[in-house]
């Protein structure tokens, strides 16, 4: 193949011709186009595989405890790593989002989201009671036995807004990236029982009448077989408050956006700090088939009875799923259509790595 020809226009020798400039980037078209914009698609569904070859091949060893402890030590480390980064992500993105709009914008926006959580929170939890009513999920013995211990704990509807209410409005921020609120009901304290301990305590060295003594041993006696008065006491639980840290950076973002050129600087560190997290979020990623696999291996090797633990939980997976597939690809997708008037699945169908991750991960 010879070097490519020349062209003379009006006695001048043009330089000759390519077909490609050499620097040019070139388009990846077809399978290896498919391949790169799902790559982080497959990555994480190799490591669900690999994860699960490695647990059932490495079961029948029986290995120790420890050996099981090393083997789930990286998906572990994967797994902090990933909630290291939810809180920062969390606070950069809703301030640098918030304050790029106005306030009556961020009030609309925040008002059809309060709606649109409402409403799909309340068909999610009707389509749950009836899917949970018409299987029985877990034990059936446990369903048709007719001595069933009823459960003793005040439940109140009362109780749940209200720490709702707590939650969305935290007293102290730090606390609300580690803890919630949440109100619990403990047995009210005796007064005469507490009365009489501390006599018994200060009366050291003192004897008591017999008929005094038995007095007060049949007193204890009443008041123990009596049920104890509960009271309502606000405690808090490990966990991060996230509804109170996102009410809180919606608030500070839609007020920082108002005064202008000065809080700029700010809405500009934020968005640096959004943008620097999500490339260590992308970086964190790619060690997904080590992570994934670690974690799904550790966990088929720590069940003692696999098989059994299966059964248990067969009818409570397929319910899950059922409840998922319903709730997911029929109402998620009729809300769509009818607000967006587009094909739901087009979009739903760019969202299937995250669902993936979340899935394998088992984190929202």
Known sequence: MGPPSSTTVNGTELPPKTTERSGAPRELTGYRKWLRENLMLLVTLSGVLLGVIFGFTLRPLNLHEDSIMLISYPGELFMRVLKLMILPLIISSLIAGSASLNARMNG????????????????????????????????????????????????????????????????????????????????????????????????????????????????QQGNDDEEPALIRVVQYRSGTNTLGIVFFCLVFGTILGTIGEKGQIVVDFFTAVFEVIMKMVTCVMWLTPIGISSVIAGKILGVNDLHLVMEQLMWFILTNLIGVCLYQFIIMQGIYFVFVRRNPFKFYAGLIQPMLTAFATAST
Request: charge should be negative; proline fraction near 5%.
């Open 108 to 219: 609309k926006i925040a008002l059809r989201t309060l709606v649109y959580f409402v409403a799909t929170s309340f068909m999610n939890a009707l389509l749950g009671i009836a899917l949970v009513l018409l299987i029985h999920p877990g034990d059936p013995n446990l369903h048709n036995t007719a001595d069933r211990s009823t459960d003793k704990r005040a439940v109140n509807l009362l109780d749940s807004l209200l720490d709702l209410g707590r939650n969305v409005f935290p007293d102290n921020l730090f606390q609300a990236s580690f803890q919630q609120a949440h109100t619990v009901y403990l047995p009210k304290p005796n007064i005469l029982h507490t009365f009489n301990e501390t006599l018994n305590d200060t009366a050291i060295g003192s004897e008591m009448e017999p008929t005094e003594e038995l007095q007060t041993q049949q007193q």
